[in-house]
């Protein structure tokens, strides 16, 4: 394949998704197998369809979140470019197994052991919650 069209592949994307599992938002439940994704990475972290699971759970959530392809490509390369533009620290002084995460000047922080997927989804949704009462994605 020497070209792929994004805003194609989110069309049949949402043509499946819709006819496999059917329409809402479900983002309860694209958490919750999102989770269940995360540990078969964890499992095998060399294993692109792994990976390629979590992507399309995510591309998931967009188009059930209200987004068409053409916004969701353009969040896509937005949100690349907002990452480029961040300040990051030095990636040789990070903790190995933790994340990096950009310099935050007064952003508000979520946390929760990754272990307690209680606590995971209490603090994904308080986030979920927080920006859609200030209009604001982070």
Known sequence: MNYFDLVEHLERQHDFSLRAFGPGKRTAGLIDHIQKELVE???????????????????????????????????????????MERKWPDWRQAEPGKAIEHVRDGEKTYHADPNDHDAVSKALLDKYQDQHATGAPK
Do not use: F
Not at 71 to 77: G, R, V
């Open 41 to 83: 990475v964890a499992a095998n972290p060399t294993d692109l369809y792994e990976w390629i699971d979590v992507v399309m759970l995510g591309l998931d959530g967009a188009w059930r979140a209200g987004y068409q392809p053409e916004e969701i490509c353009s969040a896509l390369h937005q949100k690349l470019q907002l990452n």
